[in-house]
């Protein structure tokens, strides 16, 4: 897993920077069709996989129609449906402090669930193939944009860039201790208590020297 860990987090690395330039993925087809077979497909991935046989087996002989890009545009899109999930669950929020919303956020994204960690596990593997981390990357910038949207988050200019860079710091490292160790809900709680509240202390000590801070309204 040492291996993985380090792909992944070049490859969200890589994605930060890249949204730090401004850049964004080409939006994801999205439709209740593909929504469906997406879920049936987490909730057995996690033990099967996420290859074409099984996506046959479980949502019928035509749907891999639906996705032409095989097993990586499965993932690609399954991973897009939940920071979809997150964004709506993170909808009504009431909390009032930035810091606050984007660890709900973040909680919401890598829920305790032993089958969706598990799945993302097989996930994952698809996509740290060597011809696909293209759609890794993508995945990625997608994910840290929509925790900061989920969070509710308003800055713009150089505020936006340098959010984005710091969460992907934070979201690498949540993401390798869940897929680690997240069926221990408190835990992993407490764990993302701790980055952040590292990257706070970071940035009220770039505030004092005239940088920008991490979350405004902590």
């Given amino acids: 897993m040492s291996t993985g860990a380090g792909k992944i987090s070049q490859a969200i690395s890589l994605a930060v920077a890249t949204l730090a330039a401004g850049i964004m993925p080409a939006p994801l087809e999205r439709d209740p069709a593909r929504d469906e077979i997406l879920r049936k497909m987490a909730a057995v991935a996690g033990e099967r996989g996420w290859g074409m046989d099984v996506l046959l087996q479980v949502a019928g002989p035509d749907a891999d129609l639906l996705f032409p890009g095989g097993s990586a545009e499965l993932v690609e899109a399954w991973f897009d449906l939940c920071d979809r999930d997150m964004l709506e669950a993170m909808w009504d929020t009431e909390e009032a402090r930035l ?120």
């Fill in 99 to 218: 810091s606050q919303r984007v660890r709900q956020a973040l909680l919401y994204r890598l829920p305790a669930d032993g089958s969706v960690r598990a799945a993302s596990r097989k996930g994952l593997s698809v996509l740290l193939a060597p011809c696909e981390g293209k759609a890794l990357r993508r995945s990625m910038m997608r994910t840290v944009n929509a925790i900061w949207q989920a969070a509710q988050d308003d800055s713009s200019g150089l505020t936006y860039l340098t959010k984005r860079l710091s969460l992907g710091g934070v979201y690498a490292s949540v993401l390798l201790y869940w897929l680690a160790r997240g069926d221990n809900e408190a835990a992993l709680a407490a764990f993302v208590d701790r980055r952040l509240a590292d990257v706070l202390r970071f940035g009220r000590i770039k505030a004092r020297m005239g940088g920008l801070p991490f979350m405004a309204r902590a």
